[in-house]
């Protein structure tokens, strides 16, 4: 089936910006021979991190949810949190308490509401510690927990791999349909 004309426009938009990313991986001919090695390893690298951050963040999101569902009425269904952020008290609780929260207080404070599997506590702390290293170290292979084995792993296999990307990917998966479900009474497959 044909992309739409405003389909076509957001594909070009998506053409434009990972070019100006360098992850054009489909132009990878267009690189200097000596430079496609390197830039398709840089590109890996910018995906992976990219996913990582996406996964923790969507995951600070829902543990969120689920404090504000305890520290404000749940939402009847259909309700949306636009009529509590209208709220002073609302907005700074967000503010002066959530935003300077880490996810790891965060965690601890929803595991002390309703207890969490411990397989799940462990993915997000481990998630945690995978984004924290990829986000202040431009070479996390180099930190402490991962120096042994010279590369970022998630459960033993290395995260800058399609194979520990997927592994990472499920187990977030996991996370997230079981916080959706407890946030919002539903899983999300994203």
């Keep these: 089936m044909a992309l739409t004309q405003s389909e076509q426009k957001l594909l070009a938009e998506v053409t434009k910006i990972a070019e100006v990313a360098r992850l054009d991986y489909s132009n990878i001919e267009d690189y ?60 700074a609780f967000n503010y002066f308490i959530l935003e300077t929260m880490s996810l790891r207080h965060k965690l601890s404070l929803v595991n002390h509401i309703k207890r969490m599997p411990p397989k799940i506590r462990k993915h997000i702390e481990g998630i945690n510690a995978v984004r924290n290293a990829i986000a202040h170290s431009f070479f996390p292979e180099n930190k402490r927990d991962y120096r042994p084995h010279r590369k970022v792993v998630w459960a033993g296999i290395d995260i800058f791999s399609a194979h520990g990307l997927s592994q990472f990917e499920a187990d977030a998966q996991e996370v997230i349909d079981y916080l959706g479900q407890r946030a919002f009474g539903f899983s999300l497959d994203w």
Excluded at 43 to 56: A, D, G, T
């Design 32 to 91: 200097d021979r000596d430079a496609r090695a390197p830039v398709l390893r840089i590109m890996i690298n910018q995906i992976v991190r990219s996913e990582i951050l996406m996964r923790y963040v969507l995951i600070d999101e829902f543990l969120c949810v689920i404090i504000c569902h305890t520290y404000f009425l749940k939402p009847k269904r259909g309700f949306s949190f636009k009529s509590l952020w209208r709220s002073k008290r609302f907005q």
